[in-house]
Structure formats: structure tokens, C-alpha cells
């Protein structure tokens, strides 16, 4: 099983914090689907999601520890799908699409295609 951080590292959070969109949607990147970034902080991310919002159920948490794996995945191998977050055995990241979309934003990260969902870092 891997390591899983209760906490952003700094660097991580301030780049969220500097990149991510605050007024408007981060869309998936394969299917278009808006969340909203509520709160970037240390423990994680507060997203809302269209049926979020319909259902009144509010912000919904993304932990920390799936934004600090996929990053270090990222960072380390150059490359990272939102397959291998879904189907890693160690992994196993629910939220990977919008896992996905908010790396997507972040300086050195490019989106390799769309089907399946393929970043690339060249930080």
C-alpha cells in the first residue's frame, strides 16, 4: 500500500493555489463535466460537482494524499493516466478525472490525449 499524506507538501499547494481556477469551472478533460474548486487547502481540495450542487450535498472533499500521489507519479515518470490512477492496485483514485484536470492546469503538465486521459510533465 502506498504512503498516503494527510497533507499538500507546500509546494504542491502553493502551485494549486496559484493555478487552479477560483471564479469559474475546471472542466473534466475528456468529457467537458464542471467542478468547482471551493477551498485549496493543506488537507486537500473542496470541489462541487453539478449533482453536488443539484442536491444540495454541498463541497466534497478530494484528500490530500490522491493530489500528492498522482503528482509524484507525475513528476517521477513523466507520464500518468487517469487509468492507472483507477486501476493501480496501490492507487485506486476515484476522483481521478478531476484528479486529473486540476494537474492539468499546473505549470510543466500537458494533456497527451483525452482517451484515456494522458498527462505529461516536462517540469
Request: with cysteine; glycine share 6%; hydrophobic share 40%.
Given at each position: 500500500?502506498?504512503?498516503?499524506?494527510?497533507?499538500?507538501?507546500?509546494?504542491?499547494?502553493?502551485?494549486?493555489?496559484?493555478?487552479l481556477?477560483?471564479?469559474?469551472?475546471?472542466?473534466?478533460?475528456?468529457?467537458?463535466?464542471?467542478?468547482?474548486?471551493?477551498?485549496?487547502?493543506?488537507?486537500?481540495l473542496?470541489?462541487?460537482?453539478?449533482?453536488?450542487r443539484?442536491?444540495?450535498?454541498?463541497?466534497?472533499?478530494?484528500?490530500?494524499?490522491?493530489?500528492?500521489?498522482?503528482?509524484?507519479?507525475?513528476?517521477?515518470?513523466?507520464?500518468?493516466?487517469?487509468?492507472e490512477?483507477?486501476?493501480?492496485?496501490?492507487?485506486?483514485?476515484?476522483?481521478?478525472?478531476?484528479?486529473?484536470?486540476?494537474?492539468?492546469?499546473?505549470?510543466?503538465?500537458?494533456?497527451?490525449?483525452?482517451?484515456?486521459?494522458?498527462?505529461?510533465?516536462?517540469?
Amino acid at each position: 500500500m502506498i504512503n498516503q499524506p494527510n497533507r499538500l507538501n507546500t509546494e504542491l499547494l502553493t502551485l494549486l493555489r496559484d493555478y487552479l481556477p477560483r471564479t469559474g469551472p475546471l472542466h473534466t478533460l475528456a468529457n467537458g463535466k464542471p467542478n468547482w474548486v471551493t477551498a485549496i487547502e493543506d488537507d486537500g481540495l473542496r470541489v462541487e460537482t453539478e449533482k453536488s450542487r443539484a442536491t444540495g450535498m454541498g463541497p466534497q472533499h478530494v484528500p490530500a494524499w490522491m493530489l500528492e500521489v498522482a503528482w509524484e507519479r507525475l513528476t517521477t515518470q513523466g507520464t500518468l493516466t487517469n487509468r492507472e490512477l483507477l486501476a493501480a492496485d496501490d492507487l485506486n483514485i476515484k476522483r481521478s478525472s478531476f484528479v486529473c484536470a486540476a494537474l492539468a492546469c499546473l505549470p510543466g503538465v500537458a494533456v497527451a490525449s483525452l482517451r484515456p486521459i494522458t498527462l505529461t510533465y516536462d517540469g
